[in-house]
């Protein structure tokens, strides 16, 4: 796991940052540069006990009082900071299979790269954001080598271990040479249309 460039603030005091982001909002007006010097010098863990705290403190819901005090692109990354890991990653992942066309970059980045308790945690958080799972909805939006490979990710159960670089040098030779004949990237069905690439594929990863 990399080491995360964002870590808890030892001064953090979920109280004061409570009162802060309440000063910034009542009243006329809003200091906006207030709630950025709040929302950034904490870590998500810690905004999460602020809005905990912030709903004890004043009756009131942290999130609904953002979203009535801040509009436009400003508003989308203030909400975003104070959702958790797995629920921004599934709101990005319903957001790239939902509607007109896929946008599989965000799929690809998502499932390949998260672990297997991060895939778990998604999936929860998934499944209370929306109506249908997310294996139901990647099976709805994908189809072929391309479906199986995503479901196969969905599933949170890849082995994990310490990387070997040998390896993925020799598996990302085994699937240049299998793709090498159509000239495309997956998902293609390469090694001329046997889409023997998915195998390789999925055992890679």
Same mark, same amino acid.
Request: glycine share 10%; charged share 25%.
């Given at each position: 796991?990399?080491?995360?460039?964002?870590?808890?603030?030892?001064?953090?005091?979920?109280?004061?940052?409570?009162?802060?982001?309440?000063?910034?909002?009542?009243?006329?007006?809003?200091?906006?540069?207030?709630?950025?010097?709040?929302?950034?010098?904490?870590?998500?863990?810690?905004?999460?006990?602020v809005?905990?705290?912030?709903?004890?403190?004043?009756?009131?819901?942290?999130? &609904? &009082?953002l979203?009535?005090?801040l509009?436009?692109?400003?508003?989308?990354?203030?909400? #975003?900071?104070?959702?958790?890991?797995?629920?921004?990653?599934?709101?990005c992942?319903?957001k790239?299979?939902?509607?007109?066309?896929?946008?599989?970059?965000?799929?690809?980045?998502?499932?390949?790269?998260?672990?297997?308790?991060?895939?778990?945690?998604?999936?929860? #958080?998934?499944?209370?954001?929306?109506?249908?799972?997310?294996?139901k909805?990647?099976k709805?939006?994908?189809s072929?080598d391309?479906?199986r490979?995503?479901?196969?990710?969905?599933?949170?159960?890849?082995?994990?271990?310490?990387?070997?670089?040998?390896?993925? #040098?020799?598996?990302?030779?085994?699937?240049?040479?299998?793709c090498?004949?159509?000239?495309?990237?997956?998902?293609?069905?390469?090694?001329?249309?046997?889409?023997?690439?998915?195998?390789?594929?999925?055992?890679?990863?």
């Open positions: 796991m990399p080491t995360p460039t964002i870590v808890a603030n030892p001064g953090f005091s979920a109280e004061e940052e409570s009162q802060a982001l309440r000063k910034a909002m009542k009243g006329l007006g809003t200091n906006e540069q207030a709630i950025i010097d709040s929302v950034v010098r904490m870590s998500n863990s810690q905004r999460q006990e809005i905990v705290k912030y709903k004890g403190m004043f009756g009131r819901d942290l999130i &609904d &009082d979203k009535s005090e509009g436009g692109n400003f508003e989308d990354s203030v909400l #975003a900071l104070f959702m958790t890991p797995a629920k921004f990653d599934a709101k992942l319903h790239s299979i939902k509607g007109l066309g896929t946008k599989d970059k965000v799929l690809v980045e998502i499932m390949c790269s998260r672990t297997n308790q991060q895939i778990n945690e998604i999936k929860e #958080a998934y499944k209370k954001l929306h109506k249908d799972g997310l294996e909805d990647i709805g939006d994908t072929g391309y479906e490979i995503l479901v196969s990710l969905c599933q949170g159960v890849r082995e994990e271990k310490p990387a070997d670089m040998a390896l993925a #040098a020799a598996e990302a030779q085994k699937l240049y040479q299998v090498l004949p159509c000239h495309h990237r997956p998902p293609c069905g390469g090694g001329g249309g046997g889409g023997g690439w998915n195998i390789i594929f999925s055992s890679a990863l």
